[in-house]
């Protein structure tokens, strides 16, 4: 592991506080870590750092929420002592996007928990970052980014059950591929994979466990089943929540012990494998509802994640696209003209990524030509309607805007001019067309306002 340089800043209540990290600072350099120290919080370079802090405020927290990025770069607060650090203060900390926080203990105990935290997240971050994960799960927003360092923690330094969640064509399978191809077992055997929707009922008991020849009519030969296959690898069960209740309780035995039995077989069998399922449904809705049961839900999820939909990762759907392009036209992947971007931004994708790469492929089929993907590519049913052609700016909250816009193209002029457009049109809207109002509202005068609407139109 190469050695990744990170800050050390101190956030104190009274200016005239000493800096207490030096000998910090020196025990970390011996364990590895690349230290420089910061005497000031407010010097704020990019990188990993670790913030020593004896009381919260709220200019800490606000320090921590831009110096993170909301939990985009790793940050460790470390209280120098109990009464900075009380039971709420922590919370509110990872809230604003710490990684952790801990309480001040004795050198060298401190720098060694330090140095560990920091040597997990980078391990972490190389493997977000290798091809093994860039080259199959596509994207770089931050809610994606965050579920994917999720995932990998789990699968290289865990090894317990899984439970995915997210929307149908969120990538659940994929992930689950990854999982495997991370987990660290060095006798590790096959991913199967059982989509538990497609399970015939009356079948149930030979997919699982497998069945003895002449066990049943047409049971013409002994049979292994999924556990067996399993045997020293891994076992996905794809859509788990489709699972009937009656099967779900003769399951819980092989799941929590290991041991089952063939259809007509009394012999008992042992197996060793990684769990990890998956569902659409929220499973923990379904155990209120009564449709899941409890013992198995708890069985199958010791580690939850949930993956998220398209539309809270518009970010990454340029970089999506120019992947499912490249699937199709291999090393010389086109260019796509601002138009067709922006639509593909702005659309709505019921279907998520599974969806998105569906349309992808629609426009691909109709291209011709070594030139860029344009309008007449995107199939007639997929074009806006009259009166939805302007570039959109839309998504979860200003930011989410700002990052629409910076996917689909839009430079800082760009940006501006639309975000003051949107305001004076939400101004009007909101003053009923009243200039003076709107003005006001504004906090510009009425020839300002009356100016800027005539340069718009």
Known sequence: MSRERFSVWWHSLSSRAEFPAAGLVDELTRWGLDCRPHRQAAQSPSGPGLLLFDGCTAELTDWIRQHSRNGEERLLAVG????????????????????????????PATAEVIAARFGRWQKVDELVRSAVVTRNLIGHSLAWRSALRRVVEVARFGDSSILLGGESGTGKELVARLIHTLDARQDKRDLIVLDCATIVPELSGSEFFGHERGSFTGAVATRDGAFALADGGTLFL??????????QAELLRVIQEGTYKRVGSNEWCKTRFRLVCASHRVLVGELEEGRFRRDFY?????????????RERREDIPSLVRHFLAEHFGAAALDVDTAVMDLLL?????GNVRDLRQLVGRIAHRHVGGGPITIGDVPEEERPRAGEW???CAGDGFDGAVRLALASGMGLKEIGNAATEAAVRLALEQARGNVRRAAERLGVTDRALQMRRAESD
């Open 298 to 310: 708890y069985r199958i999820a010791a580690w939850t994640c949930r993956l998220p939909p398209l």
């Open 238 to 247: 794809d859509e788990v929540g489709e699972l009937p209740l009656r099967l």
């Open 346 to 350: 702005s659309r709505d994708y019921p």
């Open 390 to 392: 302007e570039r959109p």
């Open 80 to 107: 120098t002592s109990r009464d900075a650090l009380t039971r709420s203060v922590g919370w509110q900390l990872l809230d604003a996007g710490a990684s952790d926080v801990l309480l001040w203990a004795d050198l």
